[in-house]
């Protein structure tokens, strides 16, 4: 950079890992490492870490709201600021709030300075005071408000330069992908699944996924439909640890479920298969958990009974359910803001939906799916074989 130039760059804050103590350097290096692999093709950017934030610099004017929009999106970020690095000289910086404030609009200001270097000559409130008065003088329609000003004009005084900006956008929070292990997450085509998926990533978890498929009812649409869903909530592309998507023909399964003599049932024999699957690939592939887009009520199969009758095929591997409790609102606007809203309404058939009973039971026990289960004598070999042609996919 040179001396004199005032440069635009991206200023990061980290978010709760601050609160973590000993492990925050391993946090920040992680987080580091997810924003370098995020913004790999972008080649000639300069990052600078610092105690609780990192800085972007060197970034070409035609990407910068690219690489903002992406930076927006990583697990870990508290906050996400165009700010500008001006050197430290106060009529630059004046100059700069004159080009940078509004012109001719009546606005309410507060300037909030950061004394980052203590040898500074001025402490922080000489300087929010210095700072005010040039603005006041400047701008005839601005007035200060302390408590709620349409501005709030930030400056950080550090040894080389001032770090100066207006706007702070809200990063996604949470923590840095990967911390917390892997986990499998069932996804279909639907709303739930991904917005699960997307909170299992902000907590840190690296999420990998598994689809049941049930050719012919459902057709290559369906799967090139999930497929596009992982791609939106995982940013597969700039990761470089990419997802793996295991997909899973059911049709032989379903088949042999549809022979059942309680046909109320068959969504739930259906699901404890589906666990049974996950629990397998959970134990081979060692992941911590397996993961759904399961929501309490929404549905017959998502009462508790149900809840509770489908996961007692899977004695020694923990199910998270992200949305266990959420709104059907609630998911809608996760799924708006990550993006997986317009793809998951496309409408192709999902997976085993052409296999939905007239009457679901909505409170199934375990000892009649457990009686029914056994009314399946050829379902062991047919298991077997499903579970041997997993297909296992890098997306
Ligand atoms: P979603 O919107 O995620 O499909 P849903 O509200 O439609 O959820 P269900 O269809 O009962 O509810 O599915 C509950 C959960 O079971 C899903 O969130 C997903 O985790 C898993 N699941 C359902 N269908 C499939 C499938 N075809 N492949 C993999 N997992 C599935
Ligand atoms: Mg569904």
Redesign the pocket.
Known sequence: MNKNTITKIIYIKFGELVLKGKNRCQFSALLLRNIKKALFDFKKLIFIYKYDAILIKNIPNQSFAEIFDIVKMIPGIRLVIEANIIPRNQTKLCSFLLKNLPKKLFFTFKVKTKRIDKKYPLNSLEFDRNIGDFVLKKFSHAKVDVHQPQILINIEINDKYFIVYFNKQKGLGGFPLGINGRVL??????????V?SHLLMKRGFHVDF????SPPHTTKKSLSKTIDLIKKITLSKRIEQKPILYICN?TPLQHEIAHISNHSYQ?TIM?RY?FRIGQYLAKLYKYSAI?????LG??A??TIESIITISDVIKDTIVLRP?LTYDKEEIIAIAKKIGSFEI?ILPYP????GFVPTNPVTKPKITVAKKLEKEMIMIKPIYEKTIKSIIKKEI
Do not use: Y
């Not at 598994?210 to 498929?213: E, V």
């Not at 993961?291 to 929501?295: I, K, M, P, R, S």
């Open positions: 997450v069932l996804i279909s085509g639907g709303i739930d699944s991904p699960a598994l689809t049941f498929i059911f969504i699901r589906f993961a759904t887009g399961e929501n929404q549905v199969s998502q949305l998951s999902d997976a085993c939906s």
